[in-house]
Structure formats: structure tokens, C-alpha cells
């Protein structure tokens, strides 16, 4: 059984910073490329951070400089280090493995920037 189970979300003042972590099991995680994706009140999902299966990353542009995603092959983790963090960063973080055939998601986790 597939599971992926986020963590670390939380309430922070704007300017500060979280981290998330994904921990995976189910899958063979080295194959995976994982991302983190989120969805505020009223919007579609984005993508915010993914990593191949060989450490290669790529950002979307509101988060690139503040934002970095990383991958434990070892204990089969993707975190996602938040820095700088804006009210319009709220939104429920959601964590991704996938392959060309296979897709799963995690249930999410809730951030909320405010003051």
C-alpha cells in the first residue's frame, strides 16, 4: 500500500519560515520523481517544487529563491525548506511521487502565513 504522508505545516508570521516534510512507503522511492504542489481557498492546484529521481530541480517562479526541495533516497523523505514566507504562500502543501505510470498524492498539509 502506497502511502505519503505529509508533515510540518503550521500558522507563521510573515517573513518566517517552515518546513515540510513528506515521508514516503509503499513505493520504490529512488525511481520516483517527487514534487510539492498547493491549493489556496478558491484556486487550482500548482505545482511548487519537484525533484527527479536524480536530484534535478525545478521551481515555479513565485517561490524560486525563497523555497527549497530536497530528497533523503535513504529514509525515503522529500522535504520542502520555507523561507521568507508570504500571506499568499497560505494554502494546503500537498506531496507527489510519480513515474510515467504511476502517480500518488498525500493528503496534505495545511500553512498559513499571517500576522
Known amino acids: 500500500q502506497v502511502q505519503l504522508v505529509e508533515s510540518g505545516g503550521g500558522l507563521v508570521q510573515p517573513g518566517g519560515s517552515l518546513r515540510l516534510s513528506c515521508a514516503a512507503s509503499?513505493?520504490?522511492?529512488?525511481?520516483?520523481?517527487m514534487g510539492w504542489y498547493r491549493q489556496a481557498p478558491g484556486k487550482q492546484r500548482e505545482s511548487v517544487a519537484s525533484?527527479?529521481?536524480?536530484?534535478?530541480?525545478t521551481y515555479a517562479d513565485s517561490v524560486k529563491g525563497r523555497f527549497t526541495i530536497s530528497r533523503d533516497n535513504a529514509k525515503n523523505m522529500v522535504y520542502l525548506q520555507m523561507n521568507s514566507l508570504k500571506p499568499e504562500d497560505t494554502a494546503v502543501y500537498y506531496c507527489?511521487?510519480?513515474?510515467?505510470?504511476?502517480?500518488?498524492w498525500g493528503q496534505g498539509t495545511q500553512v498559513t502565513v499571517s500576522s
Open positions: 507527489r511521487s510519480s513515474t510515467t505510470t504511476r502517480d500518488y
Open positions: 525533484i527527479s529521481n536524480t536530484g534535478m530541480t
Open positions: 509503499g513505493i520504490i522511492f529512488t525511481v520516483y520523481r
